[in-house]
């Protein structure tokens, strides 16, 4: 059964680092890349990041760029979005997805083909 589940979110204050968990199971990392969506309230879900299991590329929007880093850690067939210098507008819930491959048009990270989802976890920054 095909399951991924994050986790690491919580309350930061301004400043601050989070690392987030995507644990996945059923599968193998190995063959599927994954990404790192966000959506806060009232606002349209945003690519944060993907990495490619083809070649291992990583991908970032832009305004995460130079913050926020996606690895992979096979032996765990966990994915990993360590997130620093956080502000205010980095609240909202976290989800990792499972797709083919990362889709990113006109330097957005698009969410395409990906046929799972975590159940997110919830980020806060604020002081």
């Known amino acids: 059964q095909v399951q991924l589940v994050e986790s690491g979110g919580g309350l930061v204050q301004p400043g601050g680092s989070l690392r987030l968990s995507c644990v996945a199971s059923?599968?193998?990392?190995?063959?599927?890349?994954i990404g790192w969506f966000r959506q806060a309230p009232g606002k349209e879900r945003e690519g944060v990041s993907c990495?490619?299991?083809?070649?291992?590329?990583?991908y970032y929007a832009d305004s995460v760029k130079g913050r926020f880093t996606i690895s992979r850690d096979n032996a765990k067939n966990t994915v990993y979005l360590q997130m620093n210098s956080l502000s205010p507008v980095d609240t909202a819930v976290y989800s990792c997805?499972?797709?083919?491959?990362?889709?990113?048009?006109?330097?957005?990270?698009?969410?395409?083909?990906?046929?799972?989802w975590g159940q997110g976890t919830q980020v806060t920054v604020s002081s």
């Open positions: 997805g499972r797709a083919r491959w990362c889709t990113v048009r006109n330097g957005i990270i698009r969410p395409t083909a990906y046929d799972y």
């Open positions: 059923g599968f193998s990392l190995d063959h599927y890349s």
């Open positions: 990495l490619a299991n083809s070649d291992g590329s990583t």
